[in-house]
Structures are given as structure tokens and as C-alpha cells.
């Protein structure tokens, strides 16, 4: 109630009483049985969302989902302006594409982010968040995605770690681990150009 409260007065949000009724078809009876139960599963799992079959009422259901503008179920709950704004499928963008990589979750819906870099004009990404957010973990779980999806396609992935924390996981996918430091036999000659360099390489520089 306190938070309802709050968000009347503080976020200026409005009240508002709201059903949403859902019709399903099958081939069979025994499908829609089965799809039926399906449904009240995938909405029992969630503590947010309660979903029953209208009994005796299916009628009235057809001619409330019907887009005529008429509620026939008289089974209503107060919602505000901003969860009822969650039910509009352009509330949120989706963006989940062919042969993508999990990037996270979208914050509105829920759904995986599938994110193709390969197929960006630029694909550049930042990774912003507090201390100890998961970061890092982001990063590296991006990057073991990218070597596992695109290991035949002869990728380079290279990653520069001052703070030493991906040498394990470079071990593991049998990677190479290069330590530069003042102290270190490895150093990296910038006029250094290999025999096989493309001439025709575009410069930025």
C-alpha cells in the first residue's frame, strides 16, 4: 500500500483497474489440455502474475479479448499507469538477433538480449555498473561465447588485463598469455610489420 501511495504522489503515476484476457487455440482437445496446462505453469513460476481458466465464462472471454472494446469479465485488478504500460508489446524493443550473443537481459520484459557483433557497423560495446556488479563477469562470459560460436571461423581475440584477471581463462580455452612489464622478456616492437602484411590494410593513422 505505502508503495502504491508512493507512487501516486511522488512518481505521478495514475491508478488504473485493468484484466487481461488471454485465447488460445489448438488442433485437438487434448493439445489445448496440454497447452492449456503449459500456460498455468509458465505463470504459476512467476510470484507477480496469476492466470485461471474462465470456467462457464468462455463467451464472455472471446467478446472481452475481442478487439470491440467491450469487457464482458468482471475479475479486475489496480494496476499503475507503469504496469499496465508492461502489458504493450511496444513498451519495450526486443533485440534478439540470428546467431547472436546472450549480452543480458532486458530489464522491462525479461527476455535474453542476442546481440550479433559480426554484423554491426561498429561493434563497439561499453560495460557500465558499480563496483561488483558483475562486470568483469559479463566480459568474460562475452568473449568465452565468441571463441566457442566462431571457432572455426579463425577469430583473433585479444585482451588487454592490467589487473591480471583472465589469464585462467585463456589457459583454459588453451589460449596464449603474454606478460609485458618493464621486467618481462616479451616487448612489442611498434615499427615491427610482418612479410604477410595487406598493403591494402585501411589506416586510420
Same mark, same amino acid.
Given at each position: 500500500?505505502?508503495?502504491?501511495?508512493?507512487?501516486?504522489t511522488?512518481?505521478?503515476?495514475?491508478?488504473?483497474?485493468?484484466v487481461i484476457?488471454?485465447?488460445?487455440?489448438?488442433?485437438?482437445?487434448?493439445?489445448?489440455?496440454?497447452?492449456t496446462e503449459?500456460?498455468?505453469?509458465?505463470?504459476?513460476?512467476?510470484?507477480?502474475?496469476?492466470?485461471?481458466?474462465?470456467?462457464?465464462?468462455?463467451?464472455?472471454? *472471446?467478446? /472481452? %479479448?475481442?478487439?470491440?472494446?467491450?469487457?464482458? +469479465?468482471? $475479475?479486475?485488478?489496480?494496476?499503475?499507469?507503469?504496469? @499496465?504500460?508492461?502489458?504493450?508489446?511496444?513498451?519495450?524493443?526486443?533485440?534478439?538477433?540470428?546467431?547472436?550473443?546472450?549480452?543480458?537481459?532486458?530489464?522491462?520484459?525479461?527476455?535474453?538480449?542476442?546481440?550479433d557483433?559480426?554484423s554491426?557497423?561498429?561493434?563497439?560495446?561499453v560495460?557500465?555498473?558499480?563496483?561488483?556488479s558483475?562486470?568483469?563477469?559479463?566480459?568474460?562470459?562475452?568473449?568465452?561465447?565468441?571463441? *566457442?560460436? /566462431? %571457432?572455426?571461423?579463425?577469430?583473433?581475440?585479444? +585482451?588487454? $588485463?592490467?589487473?591480471?584477471?583472465?589469464?585462467?581463462? @585463456?589457459?583454459?580455452?588453451?589460449?596464449?598469455v603474454v606478460?609485458?612489464?618493464?621486467?618481462?622478456?616479451?616487448?612489442?616492437n611498434?615499427?615491427?610489420?610482418?612479410?604477410?602484411?595487406d598493403?591494402?590494410?585501411?589506416?586510420?593513422?
Amino acid at each position: 500500500a505505502q508503495e502504491y501511495l508512493t507512487d501516486l504522489t511522488e512518481r505521478d503515476q495514475h491508478l488504473m483497474y485493468a484484466v487481461i484476457t488471454m485465447v488460445h487455440f489448438a488442433d485437438s482437445k487434448q493439445q489445448l489440455d496440454e497447452d492449456t496446462e503449459s500456460i498455468l505453469a509458465t505463470a504459476r513460476s512467476s510470484a507477480q502474475c496469476r492466470m485461471q481458466i474462465l470456467r462457464w465464462q468462455q463467451l464472455d472471454g *472471446l467478446n /472481452t %479479448a475481442l478487439p470491440l472494446g467491450v469487457r464482458r +469479465i468482471e $475479475d479486475i485488478m489496480s494496476l499503475t499507469t507503469e504496469g @499496465v504500460a508492461g502489458f504493450m508489446p511496444f513498451k519495450s524493443t526486443e533485440i534478439q538477433q540470428e546467431h547472436g550473443f546472450c549480452f543480458g537481459q532486458n530489464q522491462i520484459s525479461r527476455n535474453l538480449i542476442m546481440i550479433d557483433p559480426r554484423s554491426q557497423q561498429s561493434a563497439n560495446s561499453v560495460i557500465c555498473g558499480r563496483p561488483g556488479s558483475g562486470k568483469s563477469m559479463l566480459e568474460k562470459w562475452i568473449a568465452l561465447n565468441k571463441i *566457442l560460436a /566462431t %571457432a572455426n571461423d579463425n577469430h583473433i581475440i585479444l +585482451i588487454i $588485463d592490467p589487473e591480471r584477471e583472465y589469464a585462467p581463462l @585463456v589457459k583454459a580455452l588453451n589460449g596464449e598469455v603474454v606478460y609485458l612489464s618493464a621486467q618481462s622478456k616479451t616487448y612489442v616492437n611498434a615499427m615491427d610489420i610482418s612479410s604477410g602484411y595487406d598493403k591494402t590494410r585501411k589506416s586510420d593513422y
